[in-house]
């Protein structure tokens, strides 16, 4: 890991030095995500084998979840950018087995009805530079932001199995802090709308994360915007990266809405 990131860190570093004189700029939003789940999920616990279990059956549907942001871009020389990113993930599904399954090494029977629930609490705080000079040649019509940032994150995924009168729950999680590579573009041609792209990512040996959304800002006014983009966020975790984590293959498209302001 330490590898991976050190030319990146060398990178970022060497876009500190001062380029000119710049305002405070504080660009704060809001808005909803409409995530959907696919992939597969393996937990093996308690010396039994867990069943590779295939997302799509659990019956998830679309969640709705609320996203917040706030990125501080400061004129101080040398010290990087800021910002923090509020992002979390619910989704519930219900869905009656057609076979039996192993989960955190409990069996549940063919026929038996299921709640599955995917839970991910996260913040992201991460920290940047601006490409020295490239918004001031480009008259505001083009940034880009290489930085560091670090994933604060809550896993949870659980199964609650209904047979007759027996009920029985099972849970996977972990709590990591993930640091991630960062970049982002900026366009904006006419100061009436712009294009944002956000990239983050860690190859982890056998476990990956990769997240990234492209969006579309309308500003009516000059400070104030509205807009809708897409996104996909693929985590693949292997069981050896810590205990308590499944083998999975996971992927979350995502279409988010939202309000802003840009001062």
């Given at each position: 890991?330490?590898?991976?990131?050190?030319?990146?860190?060398?990178?970022?570093?060497?876009?500190?030095?001062?380029?000119?004189?710049?305002?405070?700029?504080?660009?704060?939003?809001?808005?909803?995500?409409?995530?959907?789940?696919?992939?597969?999920?393996?937990?093996?616990?308690?010396?039994?084998?867990?069943?590779?279990?295939?997302?799509?059956?659990?019956?998830?549907?679309?969640?709705?979840?609320?996203?917040?942001?706030?990125?501080?871009?400061?004129?101080?020389?040398?010290?990087?950018?800021?910002?923090?990113?509020?992002?979390?993930?619910d989704l519930v599904g219900n869905s009656t087995l057609t076979k039996a399954i192993n989960f955190g090494g409990t069996t549940y029977a063919a026929n038996?009805?299921?709640?599955?629930?995917?839970?991910?609490?996260?913040?992201?705080?991460?920290?940047?530079?601006?490409?020295?000079?490239?918004?001031?040649?480009?008259?505001?019509?083009?940034?880009?932001?290489?930085?560091?940032?670090?994933?604060?994150?809550?896993?949870?995924?659980?199964?609650?199995?209904?047979?007759?009168?027996?009920?029985?729950?099972?849970?996977?999680?972990?709590?990591?802090?993930?640091?991630?590579?960062?970049?982002?573009?900026?366009?904006?041609?006419?100061?009436?709308?712009?294009?944002?792209?956000?990239?983050?990512?860690l190859p982890m040996g056998s476990s990956s994360l990769v997240d990234w959304d492209v969006d579309l800002r309308i500003y009516p006014i000059p400070i104030?915007?509205?807009?809708?983009?897409?996104?996909?966020?693929?985590?693949?975790?292997?069981?050896?990266?810590?205990?308590?984590?499944?083998?999975?293959?996971?992927?979350?498209?995502?279409?988010?809405?939202?309000?802003?302001?840009?001062?």
């Amino acid at each position: 890991m330490r590898r991976t990131f050190l030319p990146f860190l060398a990178l970022a570093l060497s876009l500190a030095a001062p380029s000119q004189a710049r305002a405070l700029e504080i660009d704060v939003q809001v808005g909803s995500s409409i995530p959907t789940v696919s992939g597969s999920v393996t937990y093996t616990a308690n010396g039994l084998a867990g069943s590779s279990i295939d997302l799509g059956t659990l019956g998830f549907g679309s969640g709705n979840d609320t996203h917040a942001k706030i990125d501080i871009n400061h004129p101080i020389p040398v010290v990087p950018n800021i910002y923090v990113h509020y992002l979390p993930i619910d989704l519930v599904g219900n869905s009656t087995l057609t076979k039996a399954i192993n989960f955190g090494g409990t069996t549940y029977a063919a026929n038996a009805n299921l709640r599955s629930e995917i839970l991910i609490q996260q913040t992201d705080v991460g920290l940047y530079y601006n490409v020295p000079m490239l918004k001031t040649a480009t008259a505001g019509m083009l940034n880009v932001k290489l930085g560091l940032n670090a994933r604060i994150m809550n896993f949870n995924a659980s199964i609650t199995g209904t047979s007759g009168a027996v009920s029985k729950t099972t849970t996977a999680s972990f709590a990591p802090t993930i640091p991630m590579a960062y970049l982002a573009l900026d366009v904006r041609p006419i100061h009436l709308f712009s294009v944002n792209a956000e990239y983050k990512t860690l190859p982890m040996g056998s476990s990956s994360l990769v997240d990234w959304d492209v969006d579309l800002r309308i500003y009516p006014i000059p400070i104030l915007y509205f807009g809708a983009g897409i996104g996909s966020y693929a985590i693949t975790l292997d069981p050896s990266l810590a205990a308590g984590v499944p083998a999975a293959n996971i992927t979350f498209a995502s279409t988010h809405f939202f309000l802003g302001a840009d001062f």
